[in-house]
Each structure stands twice: as structure tokens, then as C-alpha cells.
């Protein structure tokens, strides 16, 4: 007898999970009264399947709205089994993968449009900036929505059970500031720097002259309007630029928050050196970046390589520090925020979903949906360590290995 939607879908995704699962053509299976539901809407979603196996099969059929999903997307993750065919008796496999062809052979599925696979040499000047721009340059005004007032991309700090994301985000600024040991009148480069949040921060709250450089020229413009309303001009300053083309050096700080994921593992030995060459004698680093929790580093899933961060890659903190010291940084601290990056992001999810008709009419149906599923997937990610996300403190020392370091973390 032929295995029926629901059954087929359930196969998939595993049998011990409180989600139904209900098809068009009447099938169910899963708990009746289950707040959770995945709906498989058409029989293209089974041609995603068959193409793409796993994860990015599952991803395109939810962007297409050939599968929707009913109740709070970081919870229906939360009780689906890790979305693997491995775990499936070989027969079975078989047999799921003689259905799926057959589905993908009658029903036509084009890749949505949304997703994107970048073309150059990897990590060419060139190419960078297609990649940034494919995922910044959507709307400013989108992301207002997702990110709040601060307009920060990146893991907050939540000082209490109870804080909002913008105190949080204020809080990691100043963490940032604390640990570079900002003070007025100092020099300070953001690399990568987004919408300019840490620029201002840093000039605003420690009077530090300070610049910011992003790929994105809508971060860029956004965010250069935003220093003229605060009257910040004469201290901080935001370009569309490379950092690798900084002309400046002799800065008393560097922070780079949020860049590494984009720099391969090949381009390490490169981007710390050129963090080096920047700074003074005395001059400090923090690095602030998602990593793997394992010793070897990936790529990232193909859900998210494809529709978020193409080329983005994850390495383990262990070679982040290993490659400071071997370009001549001395490590002074470290820590790990994950738990600080899963409520960061469900307050992005909240925020998203309280403007979620606003956001499809700027960006979209299938955008929209990609950060639905992309954030609330990253939740449970940092939740379960599958990701990490580690700030890493290194000092360049001067002549006769002084640090200019406090005898103890005044942060």
C-alpha cells in the first residue's frame, strides 16, 4: 500500500515528536489536539523534498508556502527530530527515496527565487560585496522592524532575566567599549560595522573618534544620516567600504562584531593580520563572532548558505584564538554568550511577527518567510549548542611585551 502524505512527511521528520502532520489528501498523523501543526499544502512540497533531501528540500517548500506551519515557529522546531534521512532503516530509505522521485518526476519545483548562489572567485573583493548586499541591502525599514529601535544585527547581552533587547544591545555595546578600555580623545575601527550601532556608542557614551566601515551601502547611508541627527559628526563616521581598504592606522581599538562568520577559514591569517597592522602598540581586539562548538569548523547549513549568509562559514573558538596568536596578538579573555544569542533572537522572532504583514508588503512573502524560519531555527540552535557565539580579547604588545592591561577584567 502507498505510503500516504502525512506518513511520508512523518518518515522524514521523525515519529517522536508531539507535531502533527496533516496532507492534502486528507491524511493525518500526530497528536489531534497538538498546538504544533505542519501542513503539507501541495504535492510540490514532496518534490522539494526529493531534490534537496533534509533541511534545504524542507526550507524551500516552507519559503514557498507549499508547507506552512501552524503555532510558534521556534517551538515547532524545538519538537521536530533533527531533520536527517541517516537515522532511517536502509530498507526504508529506499523505499522514501523511490516515493519522493516519483513526486519530483510529476510535479514541477523551480528553485524559489529568493535563494541565491553567489558567482566568483570566494572571497574576491567583488564577490563580498554581492554577498553583503544580498543579505543588508534588503530595507532599512525591514529590518527596523526585526531589529528595534537600536538597529543592531548582532548577539545582545542581557545584563537580567528581564531586560528588553534594547538594553540588552546597549549593555553588549558597552561590554565591547569596557573590554577595549575606550576612553575619550582614543581612536576606534568597527569592522563590519552594520548600521552603525557600536560607532555610536562608542562616541556618544566615551567620547572615542571613531569609524566604521560596512559592504552594505544602505547600512552605510542609513546609518551616516543617523550620526548627523545625533550630532555625532565631528567623532564618528561610517563608510561603504572594504576593510581591507582602511587607509588609516595607529587605532587604540579594533572591534570586529559580527564579521568573522563571513571571512573563510583560507582568509583567517589575513583578516587578523590586517586587524594587527591597524592597531598601536597597546591597541586591542575584540572579536565577536558566532562559532562551532565543535574543534573543526563548517560551512553553514544549506538552508542557510543558500538563503542568508552564502559563503558564510563557522570556525571553532580554538582556531580563533589560535590564528590571533599567530599573528601576534596576546589573548587576554574570552567567553561564550549562546544563551545571550537564543533570546536575542526571540526577541527578533517577536519582533518580526508583531509587524509581520508590514514586513511581507516591503520585503515579500518568501523573504519574510526566510527570516521567520532562519531566526527561529537559529534559536533552538544556540539553545541546543549546536552554534556558538564567543568574544575573544587580544592585545598587540608593545616592544618589551607590554600589554597596557589591567591587573584584573575591569569589564
Not at 521523525?14 to 504544533?36: H, I, K, L, M
Not at 534588503?138 to 547581552?157: E, H, I, K
Request: aromatic share 8%; with cysteine; net charge neutral.
Amino acid at each position: 500500500m502507498a505510503m500516504r502524505v502525512a506518513e511520508l512527511f512523518q518518515s522524514v521528520i521523525g515519529e517522536d515528536t508531539s507535531v502533527r502532520v496533516t496532507g492534502y489528501d486528507g491524511s493525518a498523523v500526530g497528536p489531534p489536539d497538538s498546538p504544533y501543526a505542519l501542513r503539507v499544502r501541495t504535492p510540490r512540497a514532496l518534490s522539494y523534498l526529493a531534490s534537496a533531501p533534509g533541511s534545504l528540500g524542507l526550507a524551500r517548500a516552507y519559503v514557498t508556502g507549499d508547507i506552512e506551519i501552524d503555532g510558534e515557529m521556534s517551538a515547532v522546531l524545538r519538537e521536530l527530530a533533527e531533520v536527517t534521512l541517516h537515522s532511517i532503516p536502509k530498507e526504508q530509505r529506499v523505499k522514501l527515496f523511490r516515493t519522493l522521485l516519483g513526486y519530483r518526476l510529476r510535479h514541477r519545483a523551480p528553485i524559489p527565487p529568493v535563494e541565491y548562489r553567489p558567482r566568483g572567485r570566494l572571497h574576491s573583493k567583488s564577490r563580498d560585496a554581492k554577498v553583503i548586499s544580498h543579505h543588508y541591502d534588503v530595507s532599512n525599514r525591514f529590518y527596523s522592524w526585526v531589529l528595534g529601535p537600536s538597529m543592531a544585527y548582532t548577539c545582545a547581552v542581557y545584563p537580567t532575566d528581564g531586560a528588553t533587547l534594547e538594553e540588552a544591545q546597549r549593555t553588549k555595546h558597552e561590554l565591547v567599549a569596557n573590554k577595549l578600555g575606550l576612553k575619550p580623545g582614543m581612536r576606534l575601527l568597527d569592522v563590519g560595522c552594520g548600521w552603525g550601532g557600536m560607532v555610536m556608542h562608542a562616541a556618544a557614551e566615551h567620547g572615542v573618534k571613531a569609524l566604521g566601515v560596512t559592504l552594505s551601502r544602505q547600512q552605510a547611508e542609513w546609518a551616516q544620516k543617523e550620526i548627523v541627527e545625533r550630532g555625532l559628526t565631528e567623532l564618528a563616521e561610517v563608510r561603504h567600504l572594504d576593510y581591507r581598504d582602511v587607509p588609516e592606522t595607529d587605532f587604540d581599538a579594533v572591534s570586529s562584531i559580527g564579521l568573522t562568520e563571513h571571512i573563510g577559514a583560507a582568509q583567517l591569517p589575513a583578516y587578523f593580520g590586517k586587524l594587527y597592522s591597524k592597531l598601536k602598540p597597546g591597541g586591542r581586539l575584540l572579536n565577536h563572532c558566532i562559532t562551532q562548538p565543535t574543534a573543526d569548523g563548517n560551512e553553514v547549513d544549506a538552508f542557510i548558505g543558500r538563503y542568508v549568509f552564502p559563503d558564510g562559514e563557522l570556525h571553532g573558538v580554538g582556531l580563533l584564538v589560535s590564528e590571533m596568536n599567530r599573528q601576534g596578538f596576546e589573548v587576554r579573555h574570552e567567553e561564550n554568550l549562546r544563551e545571550h544569542y537564543a533570546r536575542t533572537l526571540s526577541g527578533w522572532c517577536d519582533n518580526l511577527e508583531e509587524h509581520w504583514d508590514e514586513a511581507v508588503r516591503e520585503v515579500g512573502d518568501q523573504r519574510a518567510r526566510v527570516w521567520r524560519l532562519y531566526m527561529a531555527a537559529c534559536v533552538v540552535g544556540f539553545e541546543r549548542n549546536n552554534i556558538q557565539l564567543h568574544q575573544v580579547l587580544g592585545v598587540k604588545l608593545g616592544e618589551r611585551g607590554e600589554s597596557s592591561m589591567p591587573l584584573r577584567p575591569t569589564w
